[in-house]
Structure formats: C-alpha cells, structure tokens
C-alpha cells in the first residue's frame, strides 16, 4: 500500500484571491500548496487593465507570508470596452498571462462582463494571434435558461460558434461540471482544455438541497446530477492532458454564504490537494495525479514545470469548522471531516 505521494509541486489555475483583508488572510494557503495561480480579477472594481493588474500582483506578494515563494499569473478581466493594445502589451510585458470571459451577469462581480462575445471580437482575434490564453466562465445568463442548463447551452450557443469562429483560440473551459463539457473539450483540439474543482469532483447538487438548504456547498456553476459529477471524475483521473487542476477557491465571509441570498463560491484552498487526492485514490488514479495537478496545466500555459517536489502522507487531515482570515470567518469546503491524506510539504 502506497504511504506517500511524492510529485512536482503543483500549480493552481484557477483562484480567487480577493483584496484587502481577505488576501492577507488566504493569500497563505494558496501559497503553502501551490507555486503558481491563474488569479481571477473578479475584484471590485475588476481588474481590467496592466497597470491594475500591476498593483494588483504586488499586493498579492505583499500578502504572501515571508519565506514562501509564490508566483501570481494575472488575468485580465474582459468587459465590452476592453482596449486590445493595452492587453497585448500587457501580455508582452509579462502582466498578463490570460484573459478572463465573464458573461455578464453570470457570477460574483460580474455585472461589468462581456454582455456579447460579439463586443470582444477584436480582442480574441488578437488572442488567438499571439497565443494568449482566454479563461472562460461558460454559463448563459439569459432568464429563460434553467440554472442545472445554463453550461450545457453555452456550450452550444456561444463556445462551439467562437471556436469554430476562431479555431486558434486558446481556450480553458473553466471549472467544468458537465458531462457535455466533458464530451465537448474531448472533442476540441489541443488549444482547447478544462479545468476541474476538487467540488464538483465530491458532491453533486444533493449535497446542496438535501435535508436542508446548504449554503457551503453552493459555488456557480452549481453542482449537478449524479451522472455528471462520475464523468467529471472520469475526465479528472484519465490521464487525458486537457483535463487539470484549478480550484476555483472562492472565498465569502460566513456571513455572507449563510444568508437569504448567499454568495456563490466555496473556500476550498486550504485543504486542496488533500481533497483532490482523496479522489484519485478513490479512482485508484493515484499515479496518474501528478499530471493532473502539476504538469498538464504549464503544458497547456506554455510555461515550465517546477522544478522542487512536495510530499502527501497517507494519514488522517482533520478539517476545520472555521479557517480565519484576519476578521473575517470562512468556511472551508469539507469542514468537520477528516480526509485520508496530508500534504507535509
Ligand atoms: N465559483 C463561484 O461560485 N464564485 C466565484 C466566481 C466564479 O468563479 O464563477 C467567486 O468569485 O466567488
Ligand atoms: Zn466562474
Ligand atoms: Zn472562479
């Protein structure tokens, strides 16, 4: 029986770092595990130029605790208006390294997003000639599409016609949680990958609705069907490079999630690699974790793997009730469980 895990470190492609308070309180538990972060701009106001991303960067190191070494890659949030030389620039200037696809109105702070990918033609011509990488929050927003629907049909009505539109394009599927998103990214050729969160690999939207209304379990997209979240895991654990790691750690007050109209968003940073891990084992996948985790994604990124190793013990990982961020009381995703395994480093 396996009792550690050794792998390249990882990297995580996908987190919500937040500002203020917030990052000086979480900054530290992306950082301990990861050495590099897609970091969302998802701010208020977005982060929607270099130079605001700029600053942005430099109080996420400043937030990071002495001694670790931790790389922010910064995206830039796409509105309507965003002016292409300035994100052109930004990428050669090595500020930006992706641009972020927020429909409008399709999650936490995004009322400024692309409200038509029409708007952004120009920008992701451009894209797609300098190879940049567009990150994508694939849900419609529109009133008539149920909410469990709204991934499946923006597959169909807005990323299928952009691709096809725009076949260099590189693109990652975010924070995927169906099995069409599965089937669709299978299908699409090497500019085209998905990220997986370690929920939507744990718990469909059960989790969220039986015996009782689960504010901690409910992140966008939302959990869906049984059926889904086994594909989802399938995807995860294939070995298939397009599929790889991106937590989409979002963290909101306990306050805020335990409310008559609850953020979307779960905080799952601290205790990510342990959870992902659970997962492979469960699939007896555990070999094939170190490509998911930390070689796919600077494959697809076009960026070196890193260099150093860290270690998971096979033994027990008591989660917490609450994670402090300062002030602020968050909620980390399975808490009150024990998981099977603890990254020692
Ligand atoms: N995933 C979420 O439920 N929430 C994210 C936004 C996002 O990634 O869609 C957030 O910023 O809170
Ligand atoms: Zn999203
Ligand atoms: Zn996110």
Redesign the pocket.
């Known amino acids: 029986m396996t009792q550690s895990l050794t792998i390249r470190r990882p990297d995580d492609w996908?987190v919500?770092l937040?500002d203020g308070e917030m990052l000086e309180g979480v900054a530290e538990h992306t950082a301990r595990q990861f050495a590099r972060a897609i970091v969302?701009p998802?701010l208020s106001p977005p982060v929607t130029t270099a130079d605001a991303a700029r600053a942005y960067r430099e109080r996420i190191l400043a937030a990071v605790p002495e001694g670790m070494a931790f790389e922010p890659l910064m995206t830039c949030y796409l509105t309507d208006k965003t002016d292409p030389a300035d994100i052109r620039r930004g990428f050669a200037e090595g500020v930006f390294t992706a641009a972020k696809l927020?429909p409008a109105g399709?999650?936490?702070?995004?009322d400024s997003g692309v409200t038509d990918v029409a708007n952004i033609r120009g920008v992701l011509e451009m894209m797609a000639e300098i190879g940049m990488v567009l990150c994508v929050?694939g849900?419609v927003t529109s009133a008539d599409i149920d909410i469990f629907d709204r991934e499946a049909v923006f597959i169909e009505r807005v990323l299928a016609p952009l691709l096809a539109d725009l076949p260099a394009l590189k693109v990652v599927f975010?924070?995927i949680t169906t099995e069409d998103a599965v089937r669709f990214v299978e299908g699409q050729g090497d500019n085209v990958a998905a990220t997986i969160?370690p929920q939507h690999l744990h718990i469909n939207r059960n989790a969220m609705l039986v015996g009782g209304i689960r504010p901690h379990a409910?992140?966008?997209?939302v959990a869906k069907r049984e059926k889904h979240r086994l594909a989802l895991r399938k995807a995860a654990t294939s070995g298939n490079p397009k599929f790889f790691l991106g937590t989409?750690s979002?963290?909101?007050a306990r306050e805020a999630k335990e409310s008559a109209c609850g953020?979307?968003?779960?905080f799952n940073a601290p205790y990510a690699l342990e959870s992902y891990l659970a997962v492979f084992e469960e699939e007896d996948a555990l070999e094939r974790f170190e490509g998911f985790a930390s070689l796919y994604g600077p494959a697809f990124y076009g960026l070196p793997v890193n260099a150093n190793t860290i270690t998971l013990e096979k033994r027990d990982c008591a989660v917490p009730d609450i994670v402090d961020a300062g002030e602020v009381r968050l909620v980390p995703f399975h808490a009150g469980e024990t998981l099977g395994w603890t990254y020692t480093g």
Request: charged share 15%; aromatic share 8%; with cysteine.
């Open positions: 996908h919500h937040r969302m998802n927020y399709a999650t936490t702070n995004s929050h849900e975010e924070h969160t409910y992140c966008l997209p989409d979002a963290p909101h953020c979307a968003g779960i």
